[in-house]
C-alpha cells in the first residue's frame, strides 16, 4: 500500500481538503500541523508511521511543506517519490526576532546549511512580494545549500509562472537540470501563483499578508493537470 506524507507551507494550516481527495482513491494520507519556525527536525514528521503499514511512501508538499518533502525524499532512503508544488531548490534560513537567522531544518541533530537572507532587502509593492528577495539573496549561495535532489527516486513539481512569493518555476527547472536523466516531470502554469488549486478543493486563504500571484482560474487550470499527473504517479 502506499502513505501519502503531505506538509503544508507557511500558512500553518494542513491540506485537510487535499487530504480527503487523495483517502478518497485509496491511499493511506498523514497530513500533520507542524510549527512553521527555525530548525524543524525532519525526522519529527511522522514518516516512521506510514513506514510501519505501507510498502511504498510519498511526501507530498507545497511552498516551505515542498521544501521539507524534497530533504526528506533526498535524506530518507525510505521516501520512493516526491510531490512538490511551488518548489524550492534551496535549503533557507528563519529570521529570529533578534535579526539573527537559523536554518529551516535539521537532520539527525544538526543544522542544514542554508541561505541566509540579504536584510538589506526592501519590498516596494503592497501586499509585498518575495521574489526579489530570495532571487538577491541566492547571489553567491553556497553549494552545500542546494537540496540534494539527485538523491530522490522519482520528483513530480508543479510550479506557476505568476509565483509572488518565490521563484518556483526558476527553482523547478534548477531541479529538472540537476538530476539529468532520472525521473522527473515539470508542469508549469504560467499564469498561475503559488497555491494551485486542486479539484474539490477551495482556494487556500491562511498566512501571512504577501502577494501570492495568479488567478483562481489559472490556479485551478494548473491543479487539474496537476491531479492528474499526481494520480498517475501514485498509481504505480
Not at 504577501?210 to 487550470?221: K, L, S, V, W
Amino acid at each position: 500500500m502506499t502513505g501519502v506524507l503531505l506538509l503544508h507551507g507557511s500558512s500553518g494550516a494542513p491540506d485537510v481538503q487535499r487530504a480527503r481527495l487523495l483517502e478518497a482513491e485509496g491511499y493511506d494520507v498523514l497530513a500533520p500541523r507542524w510549527t512553521v519556525t527555525h530548525e524543524v527536525p525532519l525526522e519529527s514528521f511522522p514518516l516512521d508511521e506510514l513506514a510501519a503499514r505501507n510498502d511504498r511512501l510519498v511526501v507530498m508538499g507545497s511552498s516551505w511543506g515542498a521544501e521539507a518533502a524534497l530533504l526528506l525524499g533526498a535524506l530518507d532512503e525510505r521516501v520512493d517519490s516526491v510531490v512538490a508544488f511551488a518548489p524550492s531548490a534551496y535549503v533557507w534560513g528563519r529570521v529570529l526576532e533578534d535579526g539573527s537567522q537559523r536554518s529551516a531544518w535539521t537532520w539527525r541533530g544538526a543544522p542544514l546549511p542554508f541561505v541566509p537572507f540579504d536584510q538589506d532587502w526592501k519590498a516596494d509593492e503592497d501586499p509585498p512580494s518575495y521574489t526579489g528577495l530570495y532571487r538577491q539573496s541566492l547571489l553567491g549561495a553556497a553549494e552545500e545549500t542546494r537540496i540534494p535532489v539527485e538523491q530522490i527516486g522519482e520528483v513530480l513539481l508543479i510550479a506557476g509562472g505568476d509565483d509572488q512569493v518565490w521563484p518556483a518555476v526558476e527553482f523547478a527547472e534548477e531541479i529538472v537540470r540537476r538530476r539529468g536523466e532520472r525521473p522527473t516531470r515539470l508542469l508549469v502554469g504560467p499564469e498561475a501563483g503559488h497555491r494551485p488549486v486542486l479539484p474539490g478543493e477551495e482556494p487556500k486563504s491562511a498566512g501571512q499578508r504577501m502577494a501570492r500571484g495568479g488567478t483562481e482560474a489559472a490556479d485551478r487550470e494548473l491543479g487539474a493537470r496537476a491531479w492528474d499527473e499526481i494520480r498517475n504517479l501514485l498509481a504505480v
